[in-house]
Antibody, heavy 120, light 106 residues
Framework: EVQLLESGGGLVQPGGSLRLSCAASGFTFNNYAMSWVRQAPGKGLEWVSA????????YFADSVKGRFIISRDSSKNTVYLQMNSLRAEDTAVYYC?????????????WGQGTLVTVSS | EIVMTQSPATLSVSPGERATLSCRASQSVGDNLAWYQQKPGQAPRLLIY???TRATGIPARFSGSGSGTEFTLTVSSLQSEDFAVYFC?????????FGQGTKVEI
């Protein structure tokens, strides 16, 4: 059974940093691309970032480019999202999801999400 | 960037009735279109991919159609567990983009 478990969310002040983790199980992690998708309170879904299965290619939405870093650790079957220079508009539930082997594909599996609140 | 527009924003339907949700892309996405269902406090769940293929375990009352720029999700006979928010998602062009959602309410 595929499982994605996010952690690391919380309350952070504007300008601060936070690192989210997503632990994966139930599939061959190294073969699968991973993405982060966020949802602001009461709003729709916004794709944030993606990383290829090898980790050699990374992608970011314009809204987070230059502030967020995505990485993965195959020894821990975990993908990370390092969020820097956080703004109020980054407040959202952050989901990790996998589109499978391809970076651009439907999201078959989602984690339960972790809430990030940016506020003073 | 492709913009995905869903209509209506809210759809009021009675149990047992048919629900028809629309999704329009600002440019062609071929058939690289997925639909998700989201209930309060839960993650989205994949319903349809490739515009018309049901994901594993999805009941036959859910069907998808369309290609290019116009897509439809139909729920043939709404059950109580189908009242939720539905999102479309294009994965043909980069970056991936979601519609703003349609809430299906009683």
């Amino acid at each position: 059974e595929v499982q994605l478990l996010e952690s690391g969310g919380g309350l952070v002040q504007p300008g601060g940093s936070l690192r989210l983790s997503c632990a994966a199980s139930g599939f061959t992690f190294n073969n699968y691309a991973m993405s982060w998708v966020r949802q602001a309170p009461g709003k729709g879904l916004e794709w944030v970032s993606a990383i290829s299965g090898s980790g050699g290619s990374t992608y970011f939405a314009d809204s987070v480019k230059g502030r967020f870093i995505i990485s993965r650790d195959s020894s821990k079957n975990t993908v990370y999202l390092q969020m820097n220079s956080l703004r109020a508009e980054d407040t959202a539930v952050y989901y990790c999801a996998t589109p499978g082997v391809l970076v651009a594909a439907r999201f078959d599996y989602w984690g339960q999400g972790t809430l990030v609140t940016v506020s003073s | 960037e492709i913009v995905m527009t869903q209509s209506p924003a809210t759809l009021s339907v009675s149990p047992g009735e048919r629900a028809t949700l629309s999704c329009r892309a600002s440019q062609s996405v071929g058939d690289n279109l997925a639909w998700y269902q989201q209930k309060p406090g839960q993650a989205p769940r994949l319903l349809i991919y490739g515009a018309s293929t049901r994901a594993t375990g999805i009941p036959a009352r859910f069907s998808g159609s369309g290609s290019g720029t116009e897509f439809t999700l139909t729920v043939s006979s709404l059950q109580s567990e189908d009242f939720a928010v539905y999102f479309c998602h294009q994965y043909n062009n980069w970056p991936p983009a979601f519609g703003q959602g349609t809430k299906v309410e009683i």
